[in-house]
């Protein structure tokens, strides 16, 4: 499929903010670590679809409905914002330590190397 290249610039964008979510995660549980909460990174709950990745998809998803690398995009980023909001209530919640595991644990980082790896199969593939 051949997509218009804004949009392929603002997935290549949101490749780049992935990279710079793992500091920032890693960052909060160090915080969270010295039993700090001050400074840490509070997200609004938000609707996936307003970030600026879900926006992307949701442009793409209108330009190509059957896109199979889109759909599964999709899914995978619907989830990793599942998991942001789960760790968030945890600190909200006050639970450092379950907070600390799931930002530095493998799950996280599956998730965001699953996404991040799929975008860049979009990208190879709308080359």
């Known amino acids: 499929m051949l997509y218009r290249p804004d949009l392929i610039d603002e997935l290549e964008a949101a490749r780049d903010a992935l990279d710079r979510w793992r500091d920032l995660h890693l960052e909060m549980a160090l915080r969270l670590r010295r039993g700090r909460r001050s400074g840490l ?10 970030c600026r990745l879900g926006r992307c998809l949701g442009e793409m998803r209108r330009q190509a409905p059957s896109d199979p690398y889109v759909a599964e995009l999709c899914l995978l980023h619907d989830d990793f914002h599942a998991y942001a909001g789960a ?3 945890m600190i ?9 595991a799931a930002l530095t644990g493998m799950e996280f980082e599956g998730r965001r190397g ?6 860049t199969e979009l990208l190879a593939e709308a080359a």
């Open 41 to 50: 990174a509070h997200l609004r709950a938000q609707d996936e679809s307003q």
């Open 92 to 100: 909200e919640q006050g639970r450092a330590d379950a907070a600390i």
């Open 87 to 89: 760790v968030q209530h």
């Open 114 to 119: 699953a996404l991040t790896d799929r975008i």
